[in-house]
C-alpha cells in the first residue's frame, strides 16, 4: 500500500526551512542562504520514506508584508499550508533563545515576532501543525524544552520535533512522521524525481542564490534573476543567458564590482553548479539591467508562480 500526499514546510524568514526541504528530499532543490526572504515562492521537492512518497512545500518565510513582492511571497506561503496534507511550524530556537538572552540581532527579533504572529493566524484559523524547532545544534536540551514548552501551550500544535536541519538530528523521526501523515494513494512523482521547477527558473534561482551570498546590503532585495534563453546545444553542452534585474544604477554597480570582479564570482559559482546539477558543460551569460519597476511588473510574478494582484 502506497502513499503520498503534500507537507508544507511554513515559518518565519530564516528559520531553515529551504535547508530542511534539501536535506528531507536528499538533494538541492531550494536555495539557502544566510539572508531573511530567501525563498520567493513555494519550492516542491520530492522525499521518499519506504512505501510513501512526502511532497514538500517549502514556502517563503511569513513576515509583515511591506512591498507588493512580500505580500505576494507570504500569501503564496500561506496557500501552499492551505493546501496541504500537513503542515509544519518550523521555528528558529536559537533565535527564540537569543531574544530571551538580550543577544539577539534585529534579525532575530524580528524573526521571533514572526513566530508570533504566526501562532496567531493558525489560532485564527482553527488549524493545528507539528512544531519542529529547529537549530538545536549546540543549544543545552533544557533550554530547548522550556521552549518547546512555551510554545506547545498555545494550543496549535499537534506534536513537537526537534530538529536540526543543518546536521540532520531529528531529522528521520519527522521523516517518518509525515510518511505516516500521508494519505493512502498511488505516488505523485516518479521514483528517482527530486525536484518539480523548470530547469530555466531553477538555472535563474542558483545565480540569485550566488548573488544573495555575495552582496551583503540590502541590494539581494531590490534584484531579481531572469532566464532569457537555454539552449542545448548538439556537442551536448548548454548555454544559459540571464538578465539580473536591479532597481537602481548604484545597484547595478555593485553587483559588478570594480573590474567586474563580483560579476565574475557570482557567474563562475552559477555555473560551477548549474554544470553539475544539468551534469553537462554549461555556458553562462550574465547581463545586469536596471529596470526600476521590475517589483511592479505583472510578468515577474506569473514566472514565479506568484498572484500579482495581492
Ligand atoms: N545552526 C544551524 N543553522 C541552520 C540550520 N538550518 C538552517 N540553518 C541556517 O539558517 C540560514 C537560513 O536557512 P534557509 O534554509 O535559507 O532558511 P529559510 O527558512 O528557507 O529562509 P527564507 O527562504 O529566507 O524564508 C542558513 O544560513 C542556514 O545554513 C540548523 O539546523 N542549524
Ligand atoms: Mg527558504
Known amino acids: 500500500m502506497t502513499r503520498a500526499g503534500f507537507a508544507a514546510i511554513i515559518g518565519a524568514p530564516n528559520a531553515g526551512k529551504s535547508t530542511l526541504t534539501n536535506r528531507l528530499v536528499g538533494a538541492k532543490v531550494s536555495i539557502v542562504t544566510q539572508k531573511v526572504q530567501t525563498t520567493r515562492f513555494p519550492v516542491r521537492g520530492v522525499a521518499m520514506a519506504g512505501e510513501a ?6 514556502t517563503p ?3 509583515t508584508p ?6 505576494a511571497m507570504v500569501r503564496s506561503a500561506w496557500a501552499g499550508a492551505e493546501d496541504a496534507d500537513c503542515v509544519v511550524h518550523l521555528v528558529d530556537v536559537q533565535a527564540e533563545l537569543a531574544v530571551q538572552d538580550k543577544t539577539a540581532t534585529g ?10 504572529s504566526i501562532i496567531e493566524s493558525l489560532k485564527a484559523a482553527g488549524k493545528q501543525v507539528i512544531l519542529a524547532l529547529n537549530k538545536i545544534d549546540g543549544v543545552k536540551r533544557e533550554r530547548l524544552l522550556a521552549v518547546s514548552q512555551r510554545l506547545y501551550e498555545t494550543g496549535v500544535y499537534s506534536e513537537v520535533f526537534m530538529i536540526s536541519a543543518a546536521d540532520g538530528s531529528g531529522v528521520e523521526d519527522l521523516r517518518a512522521r509525515l510518511a505516516a501523515l500521508m494519505p493512502e494513494g498511488p505516488w505523485l512523482y516518479p521514483e528517482d524525481q527530486t525536484a518539480d521547477i523548470p530547469a530555466r527558473l531553477l538555472a535563474a534561482e542558483i545565480t540569485r542564490e550566488k548573488v544573495y551570498l555575495r552582496v551583503h546590503e540590502e541590494l539581494p532585495y531590490a534584484a531579481t534573476v531572469d532566464t532569457t534563453a537555454f539552449e542545448e546545444k548538439r556537442d551536448g553542452s548548454v548555454r544559459i543567458e540571464q538578465t539580473i534585474l536591479v532597481e537602481r544604477e548604484g545597484q547595478r ?3 559588478i564590482g570594480a573590474n567586474g570582479q563580483t560579476l565574475k564570482w557570482i557567474g563562475q559559482k552559477s555555473r560551477e553548479e548549474l554544470s553539475e546539477l544539468f551534469e553537462r558543460t554549461v555556458h553562462l551569460f550574465l547581463h545586469v539591467r536596471v529596470r526600476e519597476t521590475w517589483a511592479e511588473e505583472r510578468e515577474a510574478y506569473t514566472s514565479m508562480g506568484l498572484d500579482f494582484d495581492v
Open 53 to 58: 512518497q512526502i511532497v514538500l512545500v517549502d
Open 253 to 255: 554597480a555593485i553587483i
Open 66 to 71: 511591506r512591498r507588493r513582492l512580500d505580500r
Open 107 to 116: 534579525a532575530d527579533k524580528r524573526g521571533v515576532q514572526d513566530v508570533e
Open 61 to 63: 518565510g511569513i513576515f
